[in-house]
């Protein structure tokens, strides 16, 4: 007789930073080899009742591993379990000789890894799926020391991806008589703007406030990703308001924009699946059949990244791909702030925006506007201009001194962006995007 084990989310997680601990002893050989032959078990086994058990044993073995000695079972997950690279040949020269549907999908078959269906069988039993999101965090540590785990990682990552899609997330609205549990979660979560106790928490959750969390059916309870939302009359230009927790709400009726000024991922194993795909639109149209009165949905957003960007930068004569009236300008910018700030813009970081004068703000913010419309469609990208635009978003609006926090003015030189999604066109300003096309207003597109 068997039992299953009682695995969640929190199974595999580290006490802390691995500097900060005593180093694991190594895994226990005879732990490791119960590992292996099981795994191997379950791929030959083909009665689905036994798979089960055969998992459920697995699963024990690899809840034992602490996440210091989880490199040892991705190791073993590259050594062992691998496509077999002369089948992979032979398939390849089948199909290159006679290339039809057999043999491409005799071929596709030969060059999927084992260790795919091995974590698919392992995802059936319960607690797999949360098993294999844990692990996959130890992974995505692992990968930094040892870059040969990579096909390994590229395997969590396709099969997680296909689980996780957009499509088997179900949102739920949480409000302050949610679980103390989910209240917890979102506090250590908030990523854009932290959140300062249970009071501050309280705030954004008042009637003109709104948060949305999404949860996946295999992980019960455990918010991946959710969205804060301000009710407002009108387009924000600075977050402060946003988030005062002093401040007091309004009358709803007086409210004709939605704001979304914070999204937020809960989980590290799920880096790189695409969670956020069309959930804001998801939102909004959750928000226009409750509060009929809202014109418009926006964000107001951070540009992480945008001061680093700046200071290497500084070689636009080599950027043949631009028209030459408009590298003059920002050639011009770029000559404004290294008379401000020094050749290698060493005293950036002491950027005022609130004392910076009209040339200063002026040459900011012109090449503040070449990195949204030009690099968000290059491996330069922001990564939350890129989220919206490829969610269907409009670049809007740029807000100077939106975020006057350390933060902000550390990241974004307290710049902030309105990002604007009219629901009936982000499918067709998504395909835009993906074809290296960035929509934005006429009052942004005349800044260039």
């Known amino acids: 007789m068997w039992t299953l084990p009682t695995l969640n989310l929190g199974t595999f997680r580290a006490a802390g930073p691995l500097s900060r601990r005593k180093p694991a002893p190594p895994a226990d050989p005879k732990r490791l080899d119960r590992i292996l032959n099981g795994s191997r078990r379950l791929l030959s086994e083909r009665g689905e009742a036994n798979s089960f058990a055969i998992a459920a044993e697995l699963l024990v073995d690899l809840q034992a591993l602490t996440p210091a000695q989880h490199p040892a079972f991705f190791e073993l997950l590259s050594a062992e379990f691998g496509p077999d690279p002369q089948a992979v040949l032979d398939a390849a020269q089948r199909y290159a000789r006679e290339p039809g549907a057999a043999q491409l999908i005799d071929l596709a078959a030969k060059v999927e890894p084992p260790r795919q269906e091995l974590l698919r069988r392992l995802s059936r039993?319960?607690?797999?799926?949360?098993?294999?999101?844990?692990?996959?965090?130890?992974?995505?540590?692992?990968?930094?020391?040892?870059?040969?785990?990579?096909?390994?990682?590229?395997?969590?990552?396709?099969?997680?991806?296909?689980?996780?899609?957009?499509?088997?997330l179900q949102m739920q609205r949480?409000?302050?008589?949610?679980?103390?549990?989910l209240l917890e979660r979102i506090i250590e979560h908030e990523a854009v703007h932290a959140i300062d106790g249970w009071r501050d928490l309280r705030r954004r959750l008042q009637p003109d406030r709104r948060c949305f969390a999404f949860f996946h059916p295999a992980l019960p309870g455990e918010p991946l990703i959710f969205v804060e939302v301000a009710l407002v009359p009108e387009m924000p230009e600075a977050i402060a308001p946003l988030i005062d927790p002093a401040s007091e709400p309004g009358p709803l009726s007086e409210f004709?924009?939605?704001?979304?000024?914070?999204?937020?991922?809960?989980?590290?194993g799920l880096k790189g699946v695409s969670l956020g795909n069309f959930l804001i639109k998801r939102v909004a149209e959750q928000l226009k059949q409750e509060l009929p009165q809202l014109k418009s949905?926006?964000?107001?957003?951070?540009?992480?990244?945008?001061?680093?960007?700046?200071?290497?930068?500084?070689?636009?004569?080599?950027?043949?791909?631009?028209?030459?009236?408009?590298?003059?300008?920002?050639?011009d910018a770029d000559a404004?702030?290294?008379?401000?700030?020094?050749a290698a813009l060493e005293g950036l970081s002491a950027l005022d925006p609130r004392t910076a004068a009209e040339p200063l703000r002026d040459a900011i913010e012109r090449l503040a506007m070449h990195y949204l419309v030009h690099e968000s469609v290059t491996p330069r990208a922001n990564a939350v201009a890129k989220f919206h635009l490829n969610n269907g978003a409009r670049l809007e609006r740029l807000n100077w001194a939106g975020d006057l926090g350390a933060?902000?003015?550390?990241?974004?030189?307290?710049?902030?962006?309105?990002?604007?999604?009219?629901?009936d066109e982000v499918e067709a300003q998504h395909e835009r995007f993906v074809h290296g096309e960035v929509v934005s207003s006429r009052r942004l597109a005349r800044k260039l």
């Open 125 to 168: 039993a319960p607690g797999g799926t949360a098993a294999i999101v844990a692990l996959r965090r130890s992974l995505i540590t692992a990968l930094k020391a040892k870059p040969e785990l990579a096909a390994v990682e590229s395997d969590f990552q396709h099969l997680l991806s296909s689980w996780f899609n957009a499509g088997f």
């Open 297 to 331: 949905f926006c964000t107001l957003s951070p540009m992480p990244g945008f001061a680093d960007w700046l200071k290497k930068s500084d070689r636009w004569a080599d950027r043949g791909d631009l028209p030459a009236r408009q590298l003059q300008r920002l050639t």
């Open 256 to 268: 004709k924009v939605a704001t979304f000024y914070s999204i937020s991922n809960c989980e590290p």
């Open 407 to 423: 933060k902000g003015l550390k990241q974004s030189l307290g710049l902030m962006v309105n990002y604007l999604y009219n629901l």
């Open 336 to 342: 404004v702030l290294r008379a401000a700030f020094g």
């Open 174 to 181: 949480v409000d302050w008589g949610s679980s103390a549990a």
